[in-house]
């Protein structure tokens, strides 16, 4: 899996939004790596591993794509931050396309 760090040049807007049941996180594009079926995120506050989680990307063209997905690594500590590694679960075949393109655009080499 190769991680793409989103780009302000990108076709996406400069913040992701991060929702689970106990917390809403709005993230700079500067901190989330997008992989083709997940990301990574930093965050001031802990995730409980296997928890459910919702992110919601928006395109600069006001679409926006909505993954559901399944917390698998939180580390970190409450001084430095927490690094969190999420999987999408249930994606449908066109938000999978859009998230294939995202990982292999400009977002970095892989």
């Known amino acids: 899996m190769s991680a793409k ?10 913040a992701v939004s991060v929702t689970s049941r106990d917390a809403k996180l709005e993230l700079s594009t500067e901190a989330v790596s997008v992989h083709k079926n997940g990301i ?4 001031p506050r ?3 591993e296997w928890s459910e989680m ?3 990307l928006l395109a600069r063209d006001g679409r926006r ?3 559901q997905g399944v ?6 500590n409450k001084h430095t931050g927490y690094h969190v590694s999420m999987v999408f679960t249930g994606l449908s075949s ?6 294939g393109t995202m990982a292999h655009s400009e977002f970095g080499a892989g």
């Open 5 to 14: 760090q989103l780009s302000h040049s990108s076709s996406f807007q400069a």
């Open 40 to 43: 990574e995120f930093h965050s």
């Open 46 to 48: 802990p995730f409980t």
């Open 54 to 56: 919702t992110v919601a």
């Open 65 to 67: 794509i909505a993954c």
């Open 71 to 76: 917390i698998v690594a939180c580390t970190g």
């Open 94 to 99: 066109e938000t999978e396309r859009q998230l």
